[in-house]
């Protein structure tokens, strides 16, 4: 069966410096999202994503974060300047229309900020 | 602004009693609802979705869920709740406007006593 991947599982950072993380959504797939769980909290909506341009964005996502779909497979969250607050599970999800209401979540990228 | 409350953080059954996970929506639209579930260092796995057909919804793993507009509840049960149902439950809504985001309650985690 089809399934969302990203890489890496687990990523140390310093603060200040900057990450990508990388998702692989499912091939058919059209629109893309990035959300993220702090620990203990919500999972929270970062970005949603479709035709090469955001569609929609949260107010966490402001100008640190970007996304960019480099080719035809991979989407990518990147993030300029980590803080100790960016430290959190980030999830990759995909879906194939934005009437199928059915996204379907890659195993996560635990981040953490030191 | 849509919202979702899970009332329990923690819940805990015996092996073969039934399964009862609370959600409570708050929407301004009709509303889309799902249930996700996590289990340990695993992604988000859809369990079931209402989509405004039939108000009782079944799942994979036995699982269903009522809408009760009437109450803004989408519980979720199980009759009989097996070792292999502990894991983290999340409840999310969607609207139907064309925002694709979905707002996540703050999960509740699923304890099964042997």
């Known amino acids: 069966e089809p399934e969302v991947t990203q890489t890496p599982s687990h990523q140390v950072t310093q603060m200040g410096q900057e990450v990508i993380l990388r998702c692989v959504p499912i091939?058919?797939?059209?629109?893309f999202y990035w959300y993220r769980q702090i620990l203990g909290q919500k999972v929270e909506f970062l970005v949603s994503?479709?035709?090469?341009?955001?569609?929609?964005k949260s107010e966490i996502f402001d100008d640190q974060f970007s996304v960019e779909r480099p080719d035809g497979s991979n989407f990518t969250l990147k993030i300029r300047s980590t803080k100790l607050e960016d430290s959190a599970m980030y999830f990759c999800?995909?879906?194939?229309?934005?009437?199928?209401?059915?996204?379907?979540f890659g195993p996560g990228t635990r981040l953490t900020v030191t | 602004a849509q919202s979702v409350t899970q009332l329990g953080s923690h819940v805990s059954v015996s092996e073969g009693a039934l399964v009862l996970l609370r959600c409570n929506y708050s929407?301004?639209?009709?509303?889309?609802l799902f249930w996700y579930v996590q289990y340990p260092n695993q992604g988000l796995q859809l369990l079931l979705k209402?989509?405004?057909?039939?108000?009782l919804v079944k799942g994979i793993n036995g699982f269903e869920a009522e809408f009760k507009k009437s109450e803004t509840s989408f519980h979720l049960t199980k009759p009989s709740a097996h070792m292999s149902d502990a894991a983290e439950y999340f409840c999310?809504?969607?609207?139907?406007?064309?925002?694709?985001?979905?707002?996540f309650g703050q999960g509740t985690r699923l304890t099964i006593n042997p």
């Open positions: 929407s301004s639209v009709p509303p889309y």
């Open positions: 999800a995909s879906s194939v229309t934005d009437t199928s209401y059915e996204q379907y």
């Open positions: 209402y989509t405004s057909a039939a108000t």
């Open positions: 999310a809504v969607s609207d139907l406007e064309g925002a694709q985001k979905l707002v």
């Open positions: 091939s058919n797939h059209l629109y």
């Open positions: 994503f479709y035709n090469n341009e955001i569609s929609e």
